[in-house]
């Protein structure tokens, strides 16, 4: 293992950012996780919260923050098309300044910084598969843009900050993962098809269910992002996914077969600028990380489905948890 480090992770209390956080804590590190709490919860972390190397900090990364630490992981922002619509004014807002003060933070205390970045920044791409080179085709005024030219820009900080302020940055295009934790009404396709099916419900496809995605186990993603952390020069951006490529309709299929449901397949539209095909090139990581990820969609599914199945068991009950003692608020950094 390495030397300890100290580690925030912003989202860490989202699907993504939990896992990392388990990673992190296994690895021995001291990690302090901010989050919102907006579309993440307290449940995905409750069982860190009496760990003496975790702390969990309620604060919105739109507001400057201080804290001493070696690395960053900037993953805060709604993810989900329903999640990062709902007030898109914010999610432009917390994408650009919530990565500023990031990298302002990286800056004055000398950490380095990862920023999830994501393969919307191709927008519905014309170049298929999509490699790093890609400059993408987004729409700056549909709705997606909010997310979309928010990562964007988020982007263009990042490698500014780098070349001309010297902070150390690594840069992911994270590619649709899925897993455990995702939000029962996150509204993604994997967590929608699965609690549809658990439920009985109709599974609901967009348009034909022709259109493509390549959908990664976040084991697999994690691994990519904290081997790309830690690679000593590589500064991004890279690609992480599983270039495995589906239709959304055979994934809808394999969830029925996998779940076992009697749940039916129903056809609804397709919303505004929804990509027609999406598969990462990952040689770059393949090369420079050896990022290989290793979770076929089955395995991964099924995995998903099982937490999915106890997360519903508890929504029943509907436990409350109660805030823990390493609550209180950061304070503010110096700004600008
Ligand atoms: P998520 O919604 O589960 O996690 C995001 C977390 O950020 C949540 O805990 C939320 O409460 C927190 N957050 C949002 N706004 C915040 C704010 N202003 N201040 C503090 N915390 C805030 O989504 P996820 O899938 O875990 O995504 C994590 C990151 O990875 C995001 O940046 C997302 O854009 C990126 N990403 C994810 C995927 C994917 O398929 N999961 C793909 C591409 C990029
Ligand atoms: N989708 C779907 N049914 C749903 C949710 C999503 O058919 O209940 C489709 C969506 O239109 C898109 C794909 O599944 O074509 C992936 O959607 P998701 O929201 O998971 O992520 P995206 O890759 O679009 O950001």
Redesign the pocket.
């Known amino acids: 293992m390495s030397a300890a480090l100290r580690i925030l992770v912003t989202g860490g209390a989202g699907f993504v950012g939990s896992h990392l956080c388990d990673r992190l804590i296994r690895e021995g590190h001291e990690v302090v996780a901010l989050d919102d709490f907006s579309t993440g919860s307290r449940a995905n972390v409750a069982h860190l919260l009496r760990h003496r190397r975790f702390r969990l900090v309620e604060h919105d990364v739109s507001q400057p923050y201080d804290l001493a630490v070696d690395r960053i992981y900037n993953l805060a922002s709604p993810a989900?098309?329903p999640h990062y619509q709902r007030d898109p004014v914010r999610t432009t807002l917390v994408n650009v300044v919530g990565v500023f003060h990031a990298l302002r933070l990286a800056e004055v205390r000398g950490a380095r910084v990862f920023q999830a970045s994501t393969?919307?920044v191709y927008g519905d791409p014309e170049v298929h598969p999509q490699p790093e080179s890609y400059r993408g085709a987004v729409n700056p005024v549909g709705i997606r843009a909010c997310y979309d030219e928010g990562k964007r820009c988020a982007e263009s900080l990042v490698m500014d900050f780098h070349r001309r302020r010297g902070v150390e940055v690594r840069l992911a295009r994270i590619f649709?993962t899925y897993g455990p934790r995702m939000a029962l009404d996150d509204?993604?396709?994997?967590s929608?098809?699965i609690v549809?099916a658990l439920r009985g419900e109709d599974?609901?496809?967009?348009?034909s269910?022709a259109?493509t995605?390549s959908f990664c186990y976040v084991d697999d993603l994690v691994e990519g992002i904290v081997r790309l952390m830690e690679h000593p020069t590589e500064t991004g951006p890279v690609n992480l996914g599983n270039p495995e490529e589906f239709t959304?309709l055979e994934l809808?299929e394999e969830v029925l077969r996998l779940t076992g449901s009697r749940s039916r397949i129903v056809f609804?539209p397709?919303?505004q600028d929804?990509?027609r095909q999406?598969r990462p090139v990952i040689d770059h990581a393949r090369r420079t990380l050896g990022f290989a990820p290793k979770v076929p969609l089955r395995v991964g599914l099924r995995r998903t489905i099982e937490g999915f199945r106890s997360a519903l068991g508890q929504a029943r009950s509907a436990p409350v948890l109660a805030p823990p003692e390493s609550d209180a608020p950061l304070p503010q950094a110096a700004n600008g």
């Open positions: 989900s098309p393969s919307e649709n509204g993604r396709v994997v929608n098809f549809q599974l609901t496809v967009y348009g269910g259109q995605r959304v809808a609804r397709l919303p929804d990509p999406r």
